[in-house]
DNA sequence: GTCTATAACATGATAGAC
DNA sequence: GTCTATCATGTTATAGAC
């Protein structure tokens, strides 16, 4: 039922989803949700927590896995780990792209919190691949390159002729050596 | 009245902001938006319609000017002209970001059909700067640079420390040459 | 061109039976 | 844990006076 809330918010925004298709989509009645969640509010803050979880593991997976590869391998990994955790892992973290700005500012604010600990993650991680850069630009590269991933929802096709692999290539090489072949 | 309702778009999203505010933040009663729209949803159209008239704008005016300078400039140019856009033009612009995935599907599929004409400016931009990289990595790169442009009205702040002018070459700077000092 | 009044309906949330 | 009501309210949209 956290499933069906999170596609529904993520193809409606918050306020077009109601609590009536909600229920629809699991299976029960909408008077029944409230014996899960005291309300709308709170499901949704559910439905991004859930996304931040998702997120933080990819991360720590993709850590483990290339903790003493060079530099780029590392970050194509990490970068890798985000696009999958948007587009295999439900829409939890989608949820956080398509339908932060459709939530009510309690909700927007809570999430914000939440989030820093993912952020601060690929802070670390930045600054650890890449010593000699000062730590100001790299802040600002690092929401460059996280505008970039979570943008790819809005047109990256999973199914289509590019894989979700080239994908992360493509981001990962753009973001070290830029466009110049 | 477009920019009170394209304020209260941006900052609720579209199903959350009613008639009654828009009406309100305009100074007349809900009943009289009738008079100048048909419903709702044309409202919204008009208002994503505005924003991409004046993002069109902002491209051809930075074409001008820049016709015959070096490949780099000229980006960095274009590049302003849209952040631009979304900071000092208005409400307009910005709602295409925010309030996108809120909105119903007709209106949105509308809006991408009228976003291409902009989108296709890029392209051909790109394709004239870089004549040496293959027009589908191009377009890769294209859709990344959209996304790392649209997503700064999530952090940029145009009152801090970092002036739109800065904003502007660090992402071109990126863009051209990746993080690589 | 704006107002008031209201229709017609949808919404989040609650109460109590089972 | 789910159901069937139902409340109170808010929503878009319309009709007609001014």
Redesign the pocket.
């Given at each position: 039922?956290l499933r069906a809330a999170a596609e529904l918010f993520v193809a409606h925004g918050y306020?077009?989803?109601?609590?009536?298709?909600?229920?629809e989509s699991?299976?029960?009645?909408?008077?029944?949700?409230?014996?899960?969640?005291?309300?709308?509010?709170?499901?949704f803050s559910v439905v991004l927590d859930e996304g931040i979880d998702v997120m933080v593991q990819a991360f720590h997976t993709a850590a483990d896995v290339t903790s003493d590869a060079p530099a780029p391998s590392r970050l194509l990994a990490h970068v890798r780990a985000h696009l999958g955790a948007l587009f295999e892992n439900g829409p939890f973290t989608t949820a956080h792209v398509t339908s932060f700005f459709s939530a009510p500012h309690t909700v927007r604010a809570q999430a914000v919190t939440r989030r820093d600990g993912y952020e601060n993650l690929w802070s670390a991680l930045l600054n650890d691949l890449f010593p000699q850069i000062n730590r100001k630009d790299l802040a600002l590269h690092r929401l460059i390159l996280f505008g970039a991933l979570n943008s790819t929802i809005e047109w990256f096709d999973p199914a289509g002729n590019l894989t979700l692999d080239q994908l992360a290539a493509v981001v990962t090489n753009q973001f070290l050596n830029g466009v110049q072949p």
């Open positions: 039922m306020s077009a989803t109601t609590l009536r298709q909600i229920a699991a299976g029960i009645k909408a008077g029944s949700i409230y014996h899960h969640f005291d309300s709308k509010e709170l499901l």
